[in-house]
C-alpha cells in the first residue's frame, strides 16, 4: 500500500468515525440564575499615585 492510499484510507475512516457520533447529555447548556458584584477598587488616580510610589522606592 503506497502512502497516498493509506492517507485517503484514513481520512475516510476518521469521517465515518467523526460522522457517528451523538451528542452526549453532558453537551446541555446549564441555565445559571444569580447576581454577580465586583469591587471595582481605586480610581484611576489613586493607583496612578500608587504605582509611582511603588516604583520609587
Not at 8 to 29: A, F, L
Request: no cysteine; proline share 2%.
Amino acid at each position: 500500500m503506497s502512502m497516498g492510499a493509506y492517507d485517503e484510507e484514513e481520512h475516510e475512516r476518521r469521517e465515518r468515525m467523526t460522522s457517528q457520533v451523538e451528542p452526549g447529555t453532558d453537551d446541555d447548556r446549564n441555565t445559571y440564575r444569580g447576581t454577580v458584584e465586583y469591587d471595582s477598587g481605586d480610581s484611576t488616580e489613586a493607583l496612578l499615585e500608587q504605582f509611582k510610589q511603588m516604583k520609587g522606592d
